[in-house]
């Protein structure tokens, strides 16, 4: 949303039920803490200068230690992202902290909400939160928690724990008319 639209839009759904906002001055202004993730641009900067997704996702985890949560679907979500994001995990679980969890964005959000879970599984991570997010509202969360109920046990999945796992990010849907 824009202007001024942005910030009704984001008290409307606080005021509403959502948790939270990732608008930091309508935060400020209700008194709740933001929520969020980085953007895809973050790691698309960080690659531009030479770095690395990696590089990106360690950068945000030293500023945000206790609350971090990595979007994984820059690149490859399943070659890189949730790779990536695993051992950035890892190093904060040495420094004493504990990961919140990772952000899908694009592509089939329950088969890749299935086969991240199977990758956090192995590697200890079972109670880190999937976040799923990209123009969803009740119909799509809908959708994907069907398809989750269908596929997720072929894979070794418990479908109503990763259903439980799940975090919806919806903000176009709310926030402006479709």
Known sequence: AQDLAANAGARAAIIG??????????????????????AHSMIEAFIALGGSELDAFRAYAEEYPDSCTLLVDTIS???????????????LK??????VGIRLDSGDLAYLSIQVAKML??????????????????????????QIREEASRYGVEPEILINRLTYGVGTRMITSA
């Open 17 to 38: 039920g959502a948790n939270s906002t990732s608008n930091v001055g309508v935060s400020a202004i209700l008194g709740t803490q933001p929520s969020g993730t980085h």
């Open 94 to 99: 040495l420094k004493g902290h504990k990961p």
């Open 121 to 146: 599984d192995k590697a200890g991570f079972s109670d880190t939160k999937i976040v799923l997010s990209n123009q969803l509202d009740e119909l799509v969360i809908w959708q994907i928690i069907t």
């Open 77 to 91: 979500t399943l070659e890189s992202g949730v790779p990536n994001a695993i051992k950035v995990f890892e190093e």
